[in-house]
């Protein structure tokens, strides 16, 4: 069974994870360099129309290349955000959520709150802004199960 990787990529910054990281003096290699490239168009498409992704033909689909995607959730369904599931041919599974896009979504950042995030296994004192956990918390069913049908195409 082929090596499955997870990324979320949020707000057009994509981690790497650190300890595949190479320090200063090292070199990347070439398929570090062409995941976290990936990565990044992932996080840059989130930006994109649903219907562009859907049909895995805007700027940034077209650079990540022949890739499935599972499903996008935009803002005029469920919520003020949009975030899609995608997978490509190295069983590579992305959850790209999309960052602020507009003035009314800045002006929301600015006057976030700030809320205890109270799940199973995570540590007291870890909040999370308020209006990103509501998002989530609509989309969630939608994204787990899309994740379930990549991870079983892997």
């Known amino acids: ?5 997870y990324v979320l990529s949020m707000l057009g910054v994509v981690a790497v994870v650190a300890s595949q990281t190479p320090m200063p003096h090292q070199v990347l290699p070439a398929q570090l360099e062409d995941e976290a490239r990936y990565q990044l168009y ?6 994109c129309r649903k219907e562009s992704l859907e049909k895995w033909d805007c700027k940034w689909c077209k650079r990540m290349g022949e890739s499935t995607v599972y499903g996008v959730v935009d ?5 003020k955000g949009q975030a899609f599931v995608v997978r490509n041919n190295a069983s590579m599974i992305i959850v790209s959520f999309r960052g602020s896009h507009n003035i009314p979504n800045w002006i929301e950042d600015f006057t976030f709150v700030k809320t205890p995030l109270t799940w199973p296994g995570v540590p007291k004192g ?6 990103f956990l509501e998002s989530y918390e609509v989309l969630k069913t939608d994204l787990f199960l899309w994740v379930a049908k990549a991870q079983k195409d892997c």
């Not at 803002?75 to 919520?79: G, L, Y």
């Open 1 to 5: 069974k082929k090596k499955m990787k």
């Open 42 to 47: 992932a996080a840059y498409g989130a930006y």
């Open 75 to 79: 803002n005029s369904t469920k919520t």
């Open 126 to 131: 870890v909040e999370v802004h308020e209006g």
